[in-house]
């Protein structure tokens, strides 16, 4: 198998696992638990330096981060028109939600820091939580106006963008009633209801379909 994944369920890696599923490529997937330890075994580290997912390893390219994969991806296998190669007219802005869902993901992922990976309560910071949870919601706030008259967040279709920014989303629900923004939330639901989006899901995971 020339594709692998290392993935953690419902962590970043979900891009990548969603992109392969929209891209219909075959890969091995490797499951890792959300577990630190586990993710900073000396042999995972000799694979992925920072010991996180995703990681992607192509013909023996090793990519650890999710936009990059996505730019790999894209421009290695796209038939379905997801990227938008060098040319096109919506690349810039294809490049730029891109790495917008990071922007994003970095305060839903400082929350879940704050809210279960700090394990003693006096340890977290309400100032922080505040915080983060204000900057997420103004990040929302862009994606909500932008898809406001639209389904995806180019004129040109579902692309890769979509993935990225929908996980930020699927992220952010655990934080923010995504209801509160109407254009985000609609956004949301029809992502969520693609068929590669629910096969990225865990096997076990009885999602609910937002309503
Ligand atoms: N910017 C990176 C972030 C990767 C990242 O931080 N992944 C998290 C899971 S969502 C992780 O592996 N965390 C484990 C850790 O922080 O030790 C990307 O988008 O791929």
């Known amino acids: 198998m020339s594709i692998v994944l290392y993935h953690c369920h419902e962590a970043r890696s979900m891009r990548s696992l969603w992109l392969l599923n929209e891209l219909g490529l075959d890969f091995e997937l490797v499951v890792m638990p959300f577990d630190i330890e586990k993710l900073r075994t ?9 010991g996180r997912v ?5 013909q023996g390219k090793v990519l650890f981060e999710s936009g990059a994969i996505a730019q790999h991806l ?3 296998y796209d038939q379905n028109g997801l990227g938008r190669s ?3 007219a919506e690349r810039s802005e294809w490049l730029q939600w891109i790495h917008f869902s990071e922007t994003m993901a970095v305060h839903g992922a400082s929350l879940v820091q704050q809210n279960i990976i700090i394990a003693n309560e006096a340890d977290r910071s309400p100032l922080v939580q505040k915080l983060e949870l204000r900057r997420l919601e103004k990040s929302i706030e862009v ?3 932008r898809v406001s008259d639209s389904n995806f967040l180019l004129k040109g279709g579902f692309s890769a963008a979509d993935i990225a920014v929908g996980y930020s989303l699927h992220l952010a629900r655990l ?5 509160a923004f109407v254009g985000a939330f609609g956004y949301y639901q029809v992502l969520s209801s693609r068929p590669a989006f629910k096969a990225s899901l865990p096997p076990s995971s009885d999602f609910p379909e937002p309503s």
């Open 42 to 50: 000396k042999e995972y580290l000799a694979i992925s330096p920072l």
């Open 54 to 58: 995703p990681c992607l390893i192509d």
């Open 74 to 76: 894209c421009e290695s």
């Open 86 to 88: 060098p040319g096109n």
């Open 143 to 145: 994606i909500d106006q």
């Open 175 to 179: 934080w923010t009633d995504l209801k």
